[in-house]
């Protein structure tokens, strides 16, 4: 439906001894896709074409590694749903002004709007570095320590009939070290350092964000203790320092500085080889984004005006839906089952999921599909499962049944926004010598239980087929896939576009 290739390769090679080369590179391309029931037989801004290459270099020894990469990546791809209607859209208050007199003044101004024209498209570049290794056994206590580091340099800007109307760039440092100690007591284990510093900002007609620099710093630890073969008990903590602060912004917008705690704990019960259980809870912190925070604008890939968290005067949504800045805290509850027995098998998964202040964008206006958001905070309730039941036939043919749903309201009842619907289905998969094929069934539900201003959206079937085959000795393979064989109408629940 979108006549889409990509090609994927990548080599290695010994430079000396102990010296390792790496390069790989990716391409796609793929046209505007075709679609049932619109007035067009494609979909005008689905094209997207993508490149990427990578190389690299690793130092190895008995005792470790230390290894380089420098990757490239270009995208180049359009932007379907954008509409230059809304672009007078503002809000007053909790409500959305979308004034006819406003849009004929601005399209006066900006010449934008023309059926003729061309969908917007986005141009992307990334510049990444990455620093990885790891020494086995460079001091007494210490088995292993592991070292990751990034620097990356990201950009990409949204062009409208070839003139770049909004930038957004992301550059920063990221950098993790993990050290693993020796047996303790029959207690293994690993403590560890994460740190990022990042700056981010938006230029022209649709920056919607302040430029922001983050930083970021954690510390964890993790344990794992073996009771006995059959009982094993895990123990986790991590405590994280945040600061956003805003760059030379006119409205002064407030720095955000806070510091969150996570604790987790799981039990593992493996009375058989075919059979184990695990009981896990955990209360995490989290802290949010800064689109969260410091939104203020017009961000038209999701039709939306979008508010932050911050006082009405430094965002906006209106002093009525101003609530004070809270650490979202939640409270989870999982518990899993796995059996093998012969050539059945089964999975069982269920949580239990409560978050207090959770943050979500509140829909508080809105203006045919255009919408004034607001992040706010509110407790929340999730709960589901997902299920797995397979049967192995031969080894050269196996059947699956699944399903998983999630059920998410706000105290009090209402609905989460944008929580997809159940789904279950059917997969089979076989293997012949150097062939494999899956065929795959999809069910997905009606969603009904909706939020305030959202619409129901309908259910849909999903057939899959993928034919492959890897070329003995060669290293080469290749596959046929074909998605959504029964040319269905797909709506997903979670967007706000489609």
């Not at 945040?242 to 912004?249: A, G, K, S, T, Y």
């Not at 069982?348 to 959770?358: G, K, S, V």
């Not at 059920?407 to 010598?433: D, H, K, S």
Request: with cysteine; charged share 25%; hydrophobic share 35%.
């Amino acid at each position: 439906a979108a006549s889409e290739r990509a090609l994927a390769g990548g080599l290695t090679a010994r430079a000396a001894p102990g010296l390792a080369l790496r390069l790989e590179g990716t391409l796609r391309a793929a046209e505007d896709y075709r679609a049932r029931g619109l007035e067009v037989s494609r979909v005008p801004g689905t094209w997207a074409e993508s490149g990427s290459a990578t190389a690299g270099a690793s130092w190895i020894r008995d005792n470790g590694y230390l290894g380089i990469a420098y990757t490239h990546r270009n995208d180049d791809y359009g932007v379907p749903g954008h509409s230059h209607e809304y672009e007078s859209c503002h809000p007053h208050g909790t409500t959305l002004h979308c004034g006819e007199e406003d849009e004929e003044d601005h399209d006066h101004d900006h010449d934008h709007g023309h059926a003729d024209e061309d969908p917007p498209r986005v141009a992307l570049h990334s510049n990444r570095f990455d620093l990885r290794g790891e020494f086995r056994h460079p001091l007494a206590l210490v088995e292993r320590i592991r070292l990751r580091a990034s620097h990356t340099d990201y950009r990409h800007d949204e062009l409208e009939e070839d003139e770049v109307s909004t930038s957004f760039r992301n550059s920063g440092f990221e950098g993790r070290i993990e050290i693993q100690h020796v047996p303790l007591g029959g207690l293994r284990g690993v403590l560890g350092l994460q740190h990022s510093d990042t700056r981010s900002r938006a230029l022209g007609t649709e920056a919607f964000l302040p430029t922001v620099k983050s930083r970021a710093t954690g510390l964890f630890l993790v344990e794992h203790l073996e009771l006995n073969s059959a009982l094993h008990l895990e123990l986790g903590a991590r405590h994280e320092w945040l600061r956003h602060r805003p760059v030379d912004d006119p409205r002064q917008r407030a720095t955000y500085k806070r510091s969150a705690s996570s604790f987790s704990a799981a039990v593992v019960w493996e009375p058989t080889p075919e059979q184990f259980l695990t009981f896990s809870a955990a209360r995490y912190e989290r802290l949010p984004h800064p689109q969260e925070l410091y939104a203020r604008g017009i961000h038209l890939a999701s039709n939306t005006w979008e508010c932050g968290l911050m006082p009405s005067a430094q965002t906006c949504g209106g002093a009525s839906t101003d609530v004070p800045l809270r650490r979202e805290a939640s409270h989870n509850i999982e518990l899993g089952w796995r059996r093998r027995i012969g050539a059945l098998g089964f999975a069982l998964n269920a949580f239990d999921n409560r978050i207090d202040h959770y943050t979500h964008a509140r829909t508080l206006d809105q203006h045919e599909d255009f919408r004034l958001i607001r992040y706010a905070q509110r407790d929340a309730k999730f709960r589901g499962g997902e299920a797995e039941l397979s049967w192995t036939f031969s080894p050269a043919l196996s059947a699956t049944l699944f399903g998983d749903l999630v059920r998410a309201r706000f105290e009090g009842g209402e609905p989460l926004p944008r929580i997809p619907a159940a789904r279950y289905g059917a997969r089979v998969q076989a293997e012949r010598g150097e062939f494999g094929a899956e065929l795959e069934f999809v069910r997905v539900g009606r969603q009904q239980r909706i939020a305030a201003f959202e619409t129901t959206t309908a259910g849909h079937n999903l057939l899959n087929f993928t034919l492959r085959q890897r070329l003995a000795g060669s290293g080469l393979s290749w596959y046929l896939r074909g998605s959504n064989l029964l040319d269905e109408a797909v709506w997903n629940h979670a967007s706000f576009l489609a």
